[in-house]
C-alpha cells in the first residue's frame, strides 16, 4: 500500500521557517518523483516543488522560487521542503505528492500524481 505521510507544520511567526517532511513508503522511491503542493481555504490547490528522486532534479514554482528548499533522503525514502522567509499568504495545507514526473513545469501541476498525503497546516501569524 503506498503511503505518504507529511510532518512538520505547525505556527509560526512572519519571517520564520519550518521544514516539513513527506516520508513515503509501499512503492520503489528512484521510481517515482514528489510533489509538493498546498491548498489555502477558498483557493485552488498551488503547485510548489518537485523533485525527481532517481536524480534530485527539482523545479520550484516562481512564487516559491529562492525561499523553498525541495530535498530527498533516498536512504529514507523521504522528501523535505524547507520553507524560509514565512508570510501570512503561506498558510495553507501542505501536501505532497507521488507521480511519475520529470523536474519541468509540468510537475506542479496535480493532474500528473497519482497518490496524495493527508496534508499538514501551516500557519504563518502576522
Known amino acids: 500500500e503506498v503511503q505518504l505521510v507529511e510532518s512538520g507544520g505547525g505556527l509560526v511567526q512572519t519571517g520564520g521557517s519550518l521544514r516539513l517532511s513527506c516520508a513515503a513508503s509501499?512503492?520503489?522511491?528512484?521510481?517515482?518523483?514528489i510533489g509538493w503542493f498546498r491548498q489555502a481555504p477558498g483557493k485552488e490547490r498551488e503547485g510548489l516543488s518537485c523533485i525527481t528522486n532517481s536524480d534530485g532534479a527539482t523545479y520550484y514554482a516562481d512564487s516559491v522560487k529562492g525561499r523553498f528548499t525541495i530535498s530527498s533522503d533516498n536512504a529514507k525514502n523521504t522528501v523535505y521542503l524547507e520553507m524560509n522567509s514565512l508570510q501570512p499568504e503561506d498558510t495553507a495545507v501542505y501536501y505532497c505528492?507521488?507521480?511519475?514526473?520529470?523536474?519541468?513545469?509540468?510537475?506542479?501541476?496535480?493532474?500528473?500524481?497519482?497518490?496524495w498525503g493527508q496534508g499538514t497546516q501551516v500557519t504563518v501569524s502576522s
Open positions: 509501499g512503492f520503489t522511491f528512484d521510481n517515482f518523483g
Open positions: 505528492a507521488r507521480g511519475r514526473v520529470v523536474a519541468t513545469t509540468w510537475c506542479i501541476s496535480p493532474l500528473v500524481y497519482m497518490d
